[in-house]
């Protein structure tokens, strides 16, 4: 298993930040090879990627939400097997940190090639900053799901 981490600061409130980043169908507008993310539920998204001209589709479910403070999630179906958390830290009324944490398990040879170069940790931290700049761009979330799902 590989785990990617890392942590950005946005300058929007973090009721903004969490905002946004529930809106799973707008990824592909700053994370690199996302291409539709279908909500199928509130909890429920069916994902469709493309990343070094292969293309993968699996659903993910989220394992635990509370507004403001967490969004964790576990793929399944499909080629794809990872899990992940993204916290937000309220730094100031302004200021958001977000961490972000994925743990999954790469295929092949390239994949695991690429874990162990550290081409994950990189695009995760350019999708992090593009997150970064598509909602300080906006200033305002596109909208927002602030549903709460316990752990368990």
């Keep these: 298993m590989s785990r990617i981490e890392e942590s950005i600061h946005v300058d929007v409130p973090v009721r903004v930040a969490y905002d946004q980043w529930t809106q799973f169908e707008s990824?592909?507008?700053?994370?690199?090879?996302?291409?539709?993310?279908?909500?199928?539920?509130?909890?429920?998204?069916?994902?469709?990627?493309?990343?070094?001209?292969?293309?993968?589709?699996?659903?993910?479910?989220?394992?635990?939400?509370?507004?403001?403070?967490?969004?964790?999630?576990?793929?399944?179906g499909g080629e794809t097997r990872h899990v992940g958390v993204v916290t937000f830290h309220r730094l100031d009324d302004p200021h958001t940190r977000l961490m972000i944490q994925i743990d999954w398990d790469p295929e092949g040879l390239v994949e695991n090639a690429g874990a162990v170069v550290g081409v994950d940790d990189h695009r995760v931290m350019a999708d992090a900053r593009r997150f970064k700049e598509f909602i300080e761009g906006r200033g305002a979330a596109t909208r927002a799901w602030r549903g709460e799902v316990s752990a368990g």
Excluded at 42 to 47: C, D, E, I, R, V
Excluded at 52 to 60: A, I, L, Q
């Design 27 to 76: 990824f592909p507008s700053f994370m690199d090879g996302v291409e539709p993310v279908t909500p199928d539920r509130p909890t429920h998204n069916n994902w469709v990627t493309t990343i070094g001209g292969v293309t993968r589709e699996f659903d993910t479910v989220i394992t635990q939400q509370h507004p403001d403070e967490r969004v964790a999630w576990k793929s399944f």
